[in-house]
């Protein structure tokens, strides 16, 4: 298991600890993350985190698969970081407790809008009860160029 190291009490915000960056499948990577790391995060099992690998920091979310904890690392983060599957990476991590503010596209805020049935269900998915006026601001931002796909 990795080893890692955090300064202060067993309830802490940020951690450090070596791992490998593991390969599931053909391109898909994440990164293991040592349960007594995710304990001392003091947030649950599934906490929002900031990592931040080969001097970049990205926002994600810890999961639990085959009885591992593990943060995804996108092919995007791979390239910003300059790390590969099976590297030997240290890793920090931690709780990120900002808002996650969800960009809805213009055309769903309208549609929404116009419907208080769908917005009264849309706004109580758990990713958006966090932003309790995301639609309302999302009226009044313009939308992204692009092909119409959602935000990254």
Not at 16 to 39: H, M, Y
Not at 141 to 150: E, H, V
Request: glycine share 10%; net charge positive; proline share 7%.
């Amino acid at each position: 298991m990795p080893a890692a190291t955090a300064a202060g009490t067993r309830h802490t915000r940020s951690m450090k600890f070596r791992t490998n960056v593991l390969l599931g499948g053909k391109i898909a990577t994440g990164l293991p993350v040592p349960a007594d790391v995710v304990e001392a995060l003091g947030a649950g099992k599934k906490p929002a985190v900031t990592v931040t690998l080969g001097g970049h920091t990205y926002r994600t979310t810890v999961a639990s698969r085959g009885g591992q904890f593990l943060v995804p690392l996108s092919a995007e983060n791979r390239g910003r970081a300059g790390v590969a599957a099976g590297d030997d990476v240290e890793v920090e991590i931690a709780l990120d407790t900002a808002p996650r503010e969800l960009d809805i596209p213009a055309d769903l805020a309208e549609a929404l809008a116009a419907d208080d049935t769908a917005q009264a269900r849309f706004e109580s998915l758990s990713y958006t009860r966090n932003s309790a006026s995301c639609c309302r601001s999302a009226r009044r931002r313009p939308r992204r160029p692009g092909n119409g796909a959602w935000p990254r």
